[in-house]
């Protein structure tokens, strides 16, 4: 899949959208059929069970059953609706609350992250290195600073842990849903790709050449992806435990 970049369409145009939406903010009464949340609504999903290279104007308006001119009356193309998606997944439910403490509010913060990196498993491939600010995003970054407020944390340093704690369940997420990926690329499953791989690692274990690696037990390897995550994130939150207490 080619990578993908937030902001990469028409940044004015996107943000009008958003922000005359707010998407996933629950409306009273129908929904029409065709409308900029029924095509967000559909693109993720489309992205979540097919991947994001599933997801085009054309696609959507045969799912929505009509022709793909008219979604344009309502997005402006595939660049704009991918930073529509990114706003439509990023939101925080509306009573969504962290607590008090900060500890526990970035350990919920980051299962959190988990939790929408693992459901969503395009969302982690797109680079978001300058993130479109809609009415979700920004809620959900005002509910993370709440929680950092009675720290002593200077703004910087707040931007910093919450940035931390993202790029790194962003990553461990990624690479928990790496393996189902590659084999829906390649076809090659992933018993099939490490057996494939034991006849030359044997030799090379045996070899003496690799004393250290060698003389791991196997389940060094097995730890689990959510364990990963939990393993990491609890080193994070001790190393900013510190700096606070410092």
């Known amino acids: 899949m080619t990578q993908q970049h937030s902001g990469s369409g028409d940044i004015s145009r996107s943000l009008a959208i958003m922000w005359a939406f707010d998407l996933g903010r629950s409306t009273r009464g129908p929904k029409p059929k065709l409308s900029v949340d029924a095509i967000v609504d559909v693109a993720v999903d489309l992205a979540d069970t097919e991947g994001l290279d599933a997801v085009s104007m054309r696609r959507i308006g045969q799912e929505l059953g009509v022709g793909t001119m008219s979604l344009y009356r309502h997005v402006p193309g595939k660049e704009e609706l991918l930073d529509l998606m990114l706003e439509r997944v990023n939101a ?83 690479q928990h849903n790496g393996a189902a990926l590659a084999e829906q690329a390649t076809g090659v499953s992933n018993e099939e790709f490490w057996t494939a791989q034991e006849p030359v690692l044997t030799k090379a274990m045996a070899s003496g050449d690799y004393p250290h690696v060698a003389a791991l037990d196997m389940d060094a390897y097995a730890m689990a992806g959510e364990d990963f995550m939990e393993f990491g994130l609890t080193l994070l939150l001790d190393g900013i435990a510190n700096l606070i207490r410092r």
């Open 92 to 174: 925080p439910s509306s009573d969504e609350t962290l607590g008090d403490d900060w500890r526990t509010s970035m350990q919920t913060l980051g299962r959190g992250l988990w939790t929408l990196y693992t459901t969503h498993p395009w969302l982690p491939l797109v680079d978001q290195t300058r993130p479109l600010l809609g009415p979700n995003a920004l809620r959900g970054l005002d509910i993370a600073l709440e929680t950092l407020k009675s720290t002593g944390l200077s703004g910087q340093q707040q931007i910093a842990v919450i940035g931390a704690i993202d790029a790194f369940v962003m990553n461990a997420a990624r």
